[in-house]
């Protein structure tokens, strides 16, 4: 899926728009024990209670695609006859009204959502109507698929804190009640994906609201996948490549040469964007061989080279490095214990490292009309 599949199917999510047929969920504490369960004709809600469901829903939605947002396949084995994949087939055509499967479905979340406290386990059907759009985007009356799909949301539920409040039976201020809260999600997905503005039964999008830590046992457990690294892990799994490879030759120069050498190839890649015409090209991937060339390029020695292809193929593996995700495109960074500095990326191929009377400086050349901020005052040096 792209940014635009997906808010497409996000804006159905507001209340002119929304035809969530049926909405179900269960309500587990702590110790893993099925609390409530509930069943709700959606459309049919007060109008409070309808909007705080729907902005739980349009939570799974949010977030950035790669990062929060994975696309993740099924494995074929997953496609078949008691299959994951299979079973949430079964659950999308049942709409959403066979208790068996609901209950089923509640038991692969529960064995594999790895959270100590109570929780809320949301999931929604719809059918949406997809309109035929023109070559200039233009929505036509008539439409060729109806998207079915589920939205599932798990939502933390929290004690309410301690505090002060006004009691209306006893017209005094008070401790006020402690209440369970349901919290936003932090685990979700979308089944099937909606690729190219079509049901794709091989995948599904999967949310997760810390991207540093997705959550992999529900990815295996509840959708049967493969988890993909998020652009956070991507980023660190490359930082900690170069380290742990380079050794003493992960010097600032060098280090400098593979960031300008990364940011050439961002790039090419939205040049060719550009030139194609088209917003959702494959971002430029970061292959071994990629990686290889760019070492070699910034000058570090083939002993090196060599051992970063071992620890590739050890921390990598099956997964993809993109090189707009291992870099940041908007500033380069630069930080000591004491010093953390931010320079946009275009200044970075001035800043030289220098030996200044015997001591080891990074030295940041000024044009005339520049000027320095020094506690939010503009000054010059």
Not at 130 to 143: A, G, Y
Not at 182 to 189: I, K, M, N, Q, R
Not at 291 to 296: C, H, M, S
């Amino acid at each position: 899926m792209n940014k635009k599949e997906v808010m497409e199917i996000k804006k159905r999510m507001q209340k002119e728009d929304c035809t969530f047929t049926r909405m179900c969920g269960c309500y587990v504490d702590g110790e893993r024990n099925r609390v409530t369960r509930l069943g709700k004709t959606f459309l049919n809600l007060e109008e409070e209670e309808f909007f705080k469901y729907l902005d739980l829903a349009k939570k799974v939605l949010s977030g950035t695609l790669g990062n929060n947002l994975l696309e993740v396949e099924f494995p074929l084995e997953e496609e078949e006859q008691g299959g994951r994949q299979q079973f949430l087939l079964g659950l999308r055509q049942s709409r959403l009204k066979n208790d068996d499967l609901l209950e089923r479905f509640y038991d692969l979340i529960i064995e594999n959502y790895n959270y100590a406290g109570n929780y809320l386990i949301l999931i929604f059907h719809d059918a949406y109507d997809v309109p035929i759009k023109t070559k200039d985007r233009r929505n036509l009356d008539e439409s060729e698929e109806i998207y079915e799909y589920l939205l599932c949301a798990v939502c933390p539920v929290t004690l309410s804190k301690p505090g002060l409040g006004y009691l209306e039976e006893s017209n005094e201020i008070g401790l006020r009640l402690r209440d369970w809260v349901v919290g936003v999600p932090d685990t979700g997905f979308l089944f099937p994906a909606f690729t190219e503005r079509s049901a794709d039964l091989h995948a599904a999008l999967f949310y997760a609201k810390n991207a540093k830590e997705p959550p992999e046992e529900f990815i295996e457990g509840v959708l049967g996948c493969s988890k993909k690294m998020t652009a956070a892990e991507q980023k660190e799994t490359f930082r900690s490549l170069l380290e742990n490879t380079l050794g003493e030759e992960c010097n600032y120069e060098t280090v400098k040469k593979i960031h300008d050498k990364i940011q050439e190839k961002i790039q090419e890649d939205h040049d060719l964007s550009v030139q194609a015409k088209d917003d959702d090209l494959q971002p430029a991937e970061l292959s071994k061989e990629t990686i290889k060339e760019i070492l070699n390029d910034s000058g570090v020695s083939e002993e090196k080279i060599g051992q970063m292809e071992l620890e590739y193929d050890d921390r990598v593996k099956d997964q993809t490095l993109y090189a707009e995700n291992v870099v940041d495109k908007r500033k380069f960074e630069v930080k000591t214990y004491d010093v953390v500095l931010h320079v946009k990326p275009e200044k970075a191929s001035q800043i030289k490292s220098q030996i200044i009377d015997g001591q080891k400086c990074l030295v940041i050349p000024m044009d005339e009309n520049e000027n320095i901020n020094v506690n939010g005052i503009h000054t010059t040096v």
